[in-house]
């Protein structure tokens, strides 16, 4: 149990292209979604936070205008990196919980290059 | 201010087992979570620890003391699959996840 998918698993674009990358819970019902991102040899940085039905909360320094992010159901949530740029290529990795004192499960994560 | 104290690494040999400490400073305590990161990949749920004492998990064991504000990962048996980070988490009072930076695990033969 406890399954994250996050998709597409690789996502190589031209600067100035938006990309959206979705994660999914597949059999338990995710009240919360968190959305982190990871350079290499970095540690894990959460971008932000979203409830099903809620608008996100982001993290210091994260531009909500650059990455949109929509919980739209208790399934689903996404990540839509606006008008992409070089220094946006990295590892995006969604994680999961169903109730507030729950444990996070991961996504597989998302690698974005940007060109 | 809120954090986790890890190693930024440690080395130990096949077949040994190793100790990996976490030190924490929170605002309020809901859980101690340990999570597997293997190079590329996202982390994967290992433990969870909101009680003192000591959870086995086949050759994974997580221990918490909450009034030391520490725990610890013992991993025995180690096999060199087990190279990865480990990555201590608290969830404080507004049940959010305060990662530490990890510790990265080197096997050797």
């Known amino acids: 149990g406890a399954v994250v998918s996050q998709h597409p698993s690789w996502v190589i674009c031209k600067s100035g292209t938006s990309v959206k990358i979705e994660c999914r819970s597949l059999?338990?019902?995710?009240?919360?979604m968190f959305w982190y991102r990871q350079f290499p040899k970095q540690s894990l940085m959460l971008m932000a936070t979203?409830?099903?039905?809620?608008?996100?909360?982001?993290e210091q320094g994260v531009e909500k205008d650059k990455f949109l992010i929509n919980h739209a159901s208790l399934t689903l949530s996404t990540l839509t990196v606006t008008s992409a740029h070089p220094e946006d290529s990295s590892f995006y990795i969604c994680?999961?919980?169903?109730?507030?004192?729950?444990?996070?499960?991961f996504g597989p994560g998302t690698r974005l290059l940007v060109l | 201010g809120q954090n986790i104290d890890q190693p930024t690494e440690m080395t130990a040999t096949e077949g040994a087992i190793v100790q990996i400490n976490c030190t924490y400073q929170?605002?309020?305590?809901?859980?101690l979570f340990w999570y597997q990161q293997h190079a590329g990949e996202a982390p994967t749920f290992l433990s969870y620890?909101?009680l003192d004492g000591l959870e086995e998990k086949g050759r994974f064991s997580s221990f918490l003391s909450r009034s030391k504000g520490y725990s610890y990962l013992l991993l025995k048996e180690l096999q060199m699959k087990d190279s990865a980070s480990y990555l201590c988490?608290?969830?404080?009072?507004?049940?959010?996840?305060?990662w530490g930076a990890g510790t990265k695990l080197i096997i050797k033969p």
């Open positions: 994680s999961a919980r169903f109730g507030r004192a729950e444990t996070q499960y």
């Open positions: 059999d338990f019902q995710a009240t919360t």
């Open positions: 979203s409830n099903e039905g809620s608008k996100a909360t982001y």
């Open positions: 929170t605002s309020g305590f809901n859980g």
């Open positions: 620890n909101v």
């Open positions: 988490a608290v969830m404080d009072s507004n049940y959010q996840l305060i």
